[in-house]
């Protein structure tokens, strides 16, 4: 039987990358992609994923109504969760909801996504979650291919790195719950993380290689919405 997991969909951030190539004010989340949005898209391939308890959205201050509207036609009962200063903050916030909740949901994993990462499929997030079952954590992840160098303060190429084993990643990054919670209580406050698969391996767990989808990019400026799949 299919593990009882919940979703974590991030939309908290500010958009400013988005915002100074688009020229507006408008959170990329919010975008028209489609006949949905960029947000509801994201979202949308997790409700058929098997035994989903819950799905946890974080918004900005301020933007609580507005991000209730934009998902207004999905047919779940989302919660939604004041975001912090900080993508980590925010996922912290969402992932202690769901531990003050944990009897009620009895959750095993929880995935966490970017809400400005719409063209993610069902089959990946079962993938993801396939593989946090194996190993406790899971990340899709695509190797490099292109070839690595490193350029200098005069703009300067100035060295080449070895593009053996290192891979791009993506989400949605799959756990074991209550580990992930229990590692950003852990996370050490000094130290700028990237992602929550830094903070579940600084804390002792094991991140498992899901193949990627090349697809499966994220909406970072505004040529990324008129781009194909």
Same mark, same amino acid.
């Given at each position: 039987?299919?593990?009882?997991?919940?979703?974590?969909?991030?939309?908290?951030?500010?958009?400013?990358?988005?915002?100074?190539?688009?020229?507006?004010?408008?959170?990329?989340?919010?975008?028209?992609?489609?006949?949905?949005?960029?947000?509801?898209?994201?979202?949308?391939?997790?409700?058929?994923?098997?035994?989903?308890?819950?799905?946890?959205?974080?918004?900005?201050?301020?933007?609580?109504?507005?991000?209730?509207?934009?998902?207004?036609?999905? %047919?779940? *009962? +989302?919660?939604? $969760?004041?975001?912090?200063?900080?993508?980590?903050?925010? &996922?912290?916030?969402? !992932?202690?909801?769901?531990?003050?909740?944990?009897? %009620?949901? *009895? +959750?095993?994993? $929880?995935?966490?996504?970017?809400?400005?990462?719409?063209? &993610?499929?069902?089959? !990946?997030?079962?993938?993801?979650?396939?593989?946090?079952?194996?190993?406790?954590?899971?990340?899709?992840?695509?190797?490099?291919?292109?070839?690595? &160098?490193?350029?200098?303060?005069?703009?300067?190429?100035?060295?080449?790195?070895?593009?053996?084993?290192?891979?791009?990643?993506?989400?949605?990054?799959?756990?074991?719950?209550?580990?992930?919670?229990?590692?950003?209580?852990?996370?050490?406050?000094?130290?700028?993380?990237?992602?929550?698969?830094?903070?579940?391996?600084?804390?002792?767990?094991?991140?498992?290689?899901?193949?990627?989808?090349?697809?499966?990019?994220?909406?970072?400026?505004?040529?990324?919405?008129?781009?194909?799949?």
């Amino acid at each position: 039987m299919f593990p009882r997991h919940a979703a974590i969909i991030t939309a908290a951030g500010s958009s400013q990358r988005f915002n100074l190539s688009s020229g507006s004010n408008r959170k990329k989340e919010f975008m028209t992609l489609g006949s949905s949005s960029v947000l509801a898209s994201s979202i949308k391939p997790f409700l058929g994923a098997p035994n989903l308890a819950a799905v946890v959205v974080t918004y900005r201050k301020g933007e609580l109504e507005a991000t209730r509207n934009l998902l207004s036609d999905i %047919d779940f *009962d +989302i919660t939604f $969760v004041q975001g912090g200063a900080t993508r980590q903050q925010s &996922v912290f916030n969402a !992932l202690k909801y769901l531990y003050d909740h944990k009897k %009620d949901l *009895d +959750i095993e994993y $929880v995935s966490i996504h970017d809400g400005a990462r719409p063209f &993610v499929t069902q089959e !990946l997030i079962t993938a993801c979650l396939q593989t946090a079952h194996e190993l406790g954590g899971s990340c899709p992840c695509i190797r490099v291919t292109d070839t690595l &160098v490193k350029v200098d303060e005069a703009g300067l190429l100035c060295g080449r790195l070895s593009r053996e084993g290192v891979c791009t990643v993506q989400t949605p990054q799959t756990f074991r719950f209550p580990d992930i919670y229990d590692a950003h209580l852990k996370a050490d406050p000094g130290k700028a993380y990237t992602d929550d698969t830094e903070i579940f391996m600084d804390a002792g767990g094991k991140v498992g290689f899901v193949q990627g989808d090349a697809g499966n990019r994220k909406i970072t400026y505004a040529s990324d919405l008129t781009e194909g799949r």
